[in-house]
């Protein structure tokens, strides 16, 4: 099953297995501007929580090898995550681990997967390429889908008024 975002995105047709999402955003902002919020914690705060929530503390060590974790908070719940960085390259791709991190120790319930983010610069506008897997069941897939999806909008927003405000 495909497992992709709808809102204001470019879909490229690809076979996924059950236990993988991806997620492709076509950003009206540059490649450059793109990768640097993703390096920068002070800009990770401003994205990195659905819409519905907020970013309320982060740790971002953005070199491979580097610890990130992070509270999201909504007005009824909070949920800690984290992992390591596994590969950087700049304006390229990365690729880092998650892991639910409740009560500051991983959810064995949820094991560790692996999310690669990679950017393609067409025409002055940035595809950006969300790829999180595996995942233990659908439900926990379809879970993460809604929620990254979310969080990728948001990027969105923010990086495009970034853009706007450079110009």
């Known amino acids: 099953m ?11 047709p690809e076979a996924l297995r059950d236990d993988e999402l ?7 902002a540059p490649r450059a501007l ?11 705060r401003q994205w990195l929580a659905p819409m519905d929530f907020q ?21 009824d719940s909070e949920h800690w995550m984290g992992g ?7 304006e390229r791709h990365i ?4 892991r639910w991190d409740p009560d500051g120790s991983p ?14 610069e067409e025409d002055g506008r940035t595809v950006q390429r969300f790829h999180q897997a595996p995942f233990t069941t659908v439900a926990r897939r379809d879970s993460h889908t809604k929620g990254w999806t979310s969080v990728v909008e948001r990027t969105g927003v923010y990086v495009e008024r970034l853009a706007r405000e450079a110009s």
């Open 34 to 44: 793109v990768f640097h919020i993703w390096r920068q914690p002070e800009h990770v």
């Open 107 to 120: 959810d064995t319930d949820s094991p560790e997967n692996r999310i690669t983010v990679t950017f393609e």
């Open 55 to 75: 970013c309320v503390s982060l740790a971002w060590d953005f070199r491979p090898g580097g610890a990130w974790r992070a509270c999201i908070k909504s007005p």
């Open 95 to 98: 690729v880092f681990t998650f």
């Open 84 to 90: 390591r960085f596994i590969e950087i390259e700049a």
């Open 22 to 28: 991806l997620i492709v955003r076509t950003f009206d």
């Open 2 to 12: 495909e497992a992709t975002a709808t809102a204001r995105q470019t879909t490229r």
